[in-house]
């Protein structure tokens, strides 16, 4: 028997970098995100794990570590002891990677909730492995991209806490943020440093933008918006601050490593596009 051939897909939905995610019903009755490539068709599942995999028998490899985690405070009263080995480690990340792919489209189409729910997912793989992985170069090798995953998260929560006309919270969701900047631990990468400092500016700016706007307008976002982008000058410095992260350089070689996150992947909103003077992970 051959395999089948998507071409009629393909040519249903031409390629355009502009207009290319959608989400799709799917025959099981649920829904799918749709990501179309210059030489082909990206799909994934919009809740859950991204590729529908349920590895140890979990729904997710961090929920696997997790359980172990339980497990062995469970049995000797203390998680002192418990690390993260390499292997674990890029276990998880390739994971993050999967999760990464999809918040980054879902950003892009004005799905504020799941965006937030999968950037908290990140965050919680980052908080374990900077407890207990084993390897200092493997903290640092996520550590150096906590400021982008805070702006992110930060982003998503406060658009979707502005649709619902929630404008205080939305403030002190990014302030909040803001505050989480201040407090992180120096990663001496240049990576580091570079995502810092563009968190801090895309929250301050998605923040005064949301202070000015009360102080002109009374107009409430709509929920039932169909793009779910409520109508605020909030927009446009929330989509700024869904620029991907900086790629690594190579000024040292730690930030030079495979270990690091998500450096030798691209953005899939722009493959087949020319390059960008902002670098892409």
Known sequence: MSEPDISDLLDEWP???NRNARIVSAGDGGQKLQIRLRLGLLQMELDGRPDAQRPYGHETVLDHYQSLLDEYRDEHGTDDGFEIDHDAWEELSA??????????????????ARTARDTARNLAMFDLCKQYAERLEDVAA?????????????AALAMSQLHDDRHTDARETLQRALDALDELDEV???????????????????LDDIKAERKTSSHAPSATSATRTPPTCATASATSANA??????????????????????????????????????
């Open 15 to 17: 390629y355009d970098p």
């Open 95 to 112: 994971e993050g990677i999967l999760f990464y792919e999809r918040y980054v489209v879902l950003f892009q189409l004005g799905d504020y």
């Open 142 to 154: 996520l550590e150096q991209y906590r400021p982008y995953l805070i702006r992110m998260h930060a």
């Open 188 to 206: 001496h990468t240049s990576v580091f440093q570079a995502e810092l400092d563009r968190a801090r500016s895309m929250l301050e700016g998605m």
């Open 244 to 281: 991907a992260p900086t790629r690594r350089g190579r000024g040292d070689g730690r930030e030079g490593s495979r270990e690091g996150l998500w450096g030798d992947r691209r953005d899939p909103r722009h493959q087949g596009r020319e390059p960008v003077q902002d670098a892409r992970v």
